[in-house]
């Protein structure tokens, strides 16, 4: 019975932004993949690493995400809230493991073991990952651009709030740093067990479509500007170092976050009000008007797409770009390849710098690189929710093709890595915001392109399938270059490993990830070509819809 009335709260309007609002709660905790800077010096201390091999441990945390495939099969077939539980568990192993090798509780594990226990916490965002983006674009499938710039924000946001968090409360301890990113996650997924349901969704008419859509604009510009808010907060906190040093001040920091982080909340509680006072008032109010009341309070009937419906294809012909595809058919349309190794130019070399930030910053004479690692997050947070929105608004205003903003963070990336390689004073603070802001483009644009581009029936493992980039890139930037090039500098130390220092640690790897994104450039500008016929349709779509809003108000 109550897995029932959760259903049917899932089908109200303000149960789907209850539904989007605990979403955002755990993207807010399901970047912890992005940490590990902030442990892996004490990793390396503990084992005896080379930055190869520390490397290493850094590709199997990555490697996890690899077998976020079985996340993307399952989404299909299971349902969200038992997405969300094998996440949570895989995370309280994985960096439960890691916790207790970190705090002595147990001597350092070999080698393989940690591999092992990296890959697990990996995995687990993968499932929480596939969880969140397909339930929620599938109930907001006319704002996919919002949507995704929103949930991929918090994500962004995530490594922020765990680094200034940790550095409040316990004085930036690895040890204590891995138990919240075991724990916290697990009890954030509790509660969105609950609330973050799959809605009913049918055709609808387009004016009532795009009544919706203006409606639901609204919201997310709320919500946007809450996460805005945060953003700002922790950005202020790391700037100032207000929130770091421990003492009233630090818990005042954190309980002030808490609340901000709580506060979407109030979107989904104000539709709820406005629906029960509707009904209310429907109590006496004539036939039209309950019906009308009907309509606004019963389970929100959406469209199955943004675009119009197609005509039936020949058996056997293969489908068009903007069309359900299966797997097989996606995998050998061409679109899929170029959208694949322009996202791996991009996320692979933002993986790289992320990876290994601990050690760049040690490179160039940092003792701490929270800052970096706090700003890498917060600047990633706005190059997602920005990009999400602003690509939206272009197709709505001018149908330009979504992989434009791709294209565009390319070259930005690419001005931010040859900066990096120049080890000017301030370059790597210069090079942690690019990076931060470009890798999140990258990810809220792609994630509602490969629906757009390939449909949303087996969506799932079609993003799985593009998020292979992250271990691939991580292996191949991460792991390969920067790790090889960074031991060929570096000289041994007593008792095992290795260090060194000075800008020419890195400047040859960072001049090679300039190269790449100019790559990926050109395939992105490849793309938008392509593509352009089908983000042309979405437009005329989405442009119909408003002239039919236009003409039942007139």
């Not at 190869?52 to 099969?73: E, P």
Request: net charge neutral; with cysteine; hydrophobic share 50%.
């Amino acid at each position: 019975m109550v897995a029932a009335a959760l259903d049917a709260m899932a089908g109200t309007r303000w149960g789907r932004w209850l539904g989007l609002v605990t979403a955002v709660w755990v993207q807010c905790i399901s970047g912890n993949n992005y940490t590990f800077s902030n442990y892996s010096h004490a990793l390396k201390a503990l084992m005896g690493l080379t930055q190869l091999q520390l490397n290493g441990l850094s590709v199997a945390k990555d490697v996890g995400k690899a077998f976020g495939l079985l996340a993307g099969l399952a989404s299909d077939s299971v349902p969200t809230w038992l997405l969300l539980v094998i996440g949570s568990l895989e995370g309280l192993l994985g960096y439960g493991a890691q916790w207790m090798v970190v705090s002595g509780t147990v001597a350092p594990l070999p080698y393989w073991q940690m591999c092992v226990f990296l890959c697990l916490g990996g995995n687990s965002t993968t499932w929480m990952n596939t969880a969140v983006l397909v339930t929620c674009i599938r109930n907001f499938r006319r704002s996919r651009g919002p949507v995704s710039g929103l949930l991929k924000g918090y994500v962004g946001l995530s490594t922020a709030i765990f680094t200034d968090v940790c550095s409040a409360l316990f004085a930036d301890d690895p040890a204590s740093f891995l138990v919240m990113l075991a724990v916290v996650p697990a009890a954030v997924c509790a509660v969105a067990m609950l609330f973050l349901r799959e809605g009913p969704a049918a055709d609808a008419n387009a004016g009532a479509a795009a009544a919706t859509e203006e409606e639901d604009g609204r919201c997310f510009a709320a919500i946007n500007s809450l996460a805005v808010a945060i953003a700002l907060y922790l950005l202020a906190a790391d700037l100032t170092g207000i929130g770091g040093g421990g003492g009233v001040v630090s818990a005042v920091f954190v309980a002030v976050l808490l609340v901000l982080l709580a506060s979407p909340a109030a979107v989904p509680a104000l539709l709820a009000w406005k629906s029960w006072m509707k009904t209310r008032k429907a109590a006496n109010a004539d036939l039209e008007e309950a019906d009308s009341l009907a309509a606004e309070s019963a389970p929100l009937l959406l469209p199955a797409s943004a675009k119009p419906a197609e005509a039936a294809r020949p058996s056997g012909e293969r489908p068009r770009l903007g069309e359900e595809h299966t797997i097989a058919e996606a995998l050998m349309s061409l679109d899929f390849w170029l959208m694949f190794a322009s996202f791996l130019m991009g996320v692979g070399t933002g993986l790289a710098v992320m990876n290994n930030l601990g050690q760049m910053g040690a490179a160039m004479g940092y003792a701490d690189v929270s800052l970096f690692v706090s700003m890498t997050s917060i600047w990633g947070f706005f190059g997602r929710i920005a990009s999400g929105t602003i690509s939206e608004h272009f197709i709505k205003a001018r149908a330009i093709p979504r992989p434009l903003w791709n294209a565009a963070s390319q070259v930005v990336m690419a001005a931010g890595y040859i900066v990096m390689a120049l080890a000017m004073p301030g370059s790597l603070f210069i090079g942690s915001v690019v990076v931060g802001a470009c890798y999140g483009v990258r990810l809220a644009v792609t994630v509602p392109t490969a629906s757009e581009l390939f449909g949303l029936k087996y969506y799932g493992l079609i993003y799985n399938i593009l998020i292979l980039n992250l271990p691939l890139g991580s292996f191949l930037f991460s792991g390969l270059l920067a790790g090889l090039l960074y031991d060929a500098e570096a000289t041994p130390v007593p008792g095992g490993g290795n260090t060194c220092v000075g800008a020419h640690c890195y400047r040859l790897v960072f001049l090679i990830m300039a190269l790449a994104c100019v790559v990926g450039f050109g395939l992105d500008v490849l793309l938008c070509v392509r593509t352009k016929r089908v983000y042309a349709k979405i437009h005329e779509s989405k442009r119909s819809s408003r002239s039919a809003v236009a003409q039942r108000v007139s």
